[in-house]
């Protein structure tokens, strides 16, 4: 049985930072690309970072550039997004997802998703 469990989400202060972590179980983890999604209330979820299966390979969507990153542990079937310099805007549930490839920052194929992380940024 696959499972994907995202933590890390929380209150934080404009200009904070947060570090979110997803670990995944029952799939062959470096055998796929990974990525973050979000979905802010009342909008559509949308991709926001993919990284390609080695990990050396990343993309992000304009809107979090310079700001977030993306990392992945194979070893440990682990997902990171570091989170600096956060704006109210980055207010979403987070998501992150297991699929073919990336295709630039978007996922192609998502095939296992986690049920979210509630991350909330005031101003």
């Known amino acids: 049985q696959v499972q994907v469990v995202e933590s890390g989400g929380g209150l934080v202060q404009a200009g904070g930072s947060l570090r979110l972590s997803c670990t995944a179980s029952?799939?062959?983890?470096?055998?796929?690309?990974m990525a973050w999604f979000r979905q802010a209330s009342g909008k559509e979820r949308e991709g926001i970072s993919c990284i390609d299966s080695s990990g050396v390979d990343t993309f992000y969507a304009d809107s979090v550039k310079g700001r977030f990153s993306i990392s992945r542990d194979n070893p440990k079937s682990t997902l990171y997004l570091q989170m600096n310099s956060l704006k109210a805007d980055d207010t979403a549930t987070y998501y992150c997802?297991?699929?073919?490839?990336?295709?630039?920052?978007?996922?192609?194929?998502?095939?296992?998703w986690g049920q979210g992380t509630q991350v909330t940024v005031s101003s």
């Open positions: 997802a297991a699929g073919g490839l990336c295709r630039a920052h978007v996922l192609g194929y998502p095939t296992y």
């Open positions: 029952g799939l062959a983890f470096r055998g796929y690309a």
